[in-house]
């Protein structure tokens, strides 16, 4: 069965850092790829998603992910960060087509000033 | 736009009480979902649906019932609620289709406390 592992639990950066958040996946193919972001007390809103094609993909609020093959990775970038980016991130992969989506444990960022 | 509607927000219920979780969407989709999410598991499948009429259990169905009447409508049972369902739910749903490919849109969030 596929796996989403989010090797980091709380990351902590000072505003107009870079960001990178870790995901790392097992499955045979190229599944889906997503990352959400949940901020406190809210729902989950999509961020970006890979499905096919160019590996740098660009998503809402000025965040980029990488899908390299050969790491089974789909790291979430943004160059400067934001006070309002601090929430929970989630690494999400689908094998493909509509099949449920299995979730990481997500990783918490903080924002300090 | 009201997209993914879940009701209630917050319920407080006593062991061996029962209670349904209702998501409804407006969106016309196929195929919704149900999550359960405590803190440090991320988000873990309950039970979904792939149309009116069909319901498939997930990772962790145990306790839960639900049920897809309406298109629009999905709903999650807890029969008799245990302290281990304190958690907060999650309904999302997607269109089905392979345009669409599996971008699922969430409601809210239902946080359930069992005393």
């Known amino acids: 069965a596929q796996s989403v592992t989010q090797p980091d639990i709380h990351i902590t950066v000072s505003e107009g850092a870079s960001l990178e958040l870790r995901c790392n996946y097992s499955?045979?193919?190229?599944?889906?790829l997503f990352w959400y972001v949940q901020s406190p007390g809210q729902g989950l809103q999509l961020l970006l998603k890979?499905?096919?094609?160019?590996?740098l993909v660009q998503g809402i609020k000025g965040f980029e992910a990488e899908f390299k093959r050969s790491q089974s990775s789909f790291n979430l970038r943004k160059p400067s960060v934001h006070w309002s980016d601090a929430a929970e991130y989630f690494c999400?992969?689908?094998?493909?087509?509509?099949?449920?989506?299995?979730f990481g444990k997500g990783t918490r960022l903080s924002v300090i000033a | 736009n009201a997209g993914v509607t879940q009701t209630p927000k917050f319920r407080v219920l006593k062991t061996g009480q029962s209670m349904t979780l209702l998501c409804a969407q407006d969106?016309?989709?196929?195929?919704m979902y149900w999550y359960r999410q405590d803190p440090g598991m991320g988000l873990r499948l309950i039970h979904y649906?792939?149309?009116?009429?069909?319901?498939a259990k997930g990772e962790v169905p145990d306790g839960y019932n639900v049920s897809r009447l309406k298109k629009q409508n999905f709903l999650l049972g807890l029969e008799s609620a245990a302290p281990s369902q304190t958690s907060v739910y999650f309904c999302?749903?997607?269109?089905?289709?392979?345009?669409?490919?599996?971008?699922?849109?969430f409601g809210a969030g239902t946080r359930l406390s069992v005393l």
């Open positions: 649906s792939v149309g009116e009429g069909t319901t």
């Open positions: 890979y499905f096919s094609g160019d590996t």
């Open positions: 999302a749903s997607t269109p089905g289709t392979e345009i669409a490919k599996n971008i699922q849109y």
């Open positions: 969106m016309n989709h196929e195929y």
């Open positions: 999400a992969v689908a094998p493909s087509g509509n099949t449920p989506l299995v």
């Open positions: 499955y045979g193919a190229t599944p889906y």
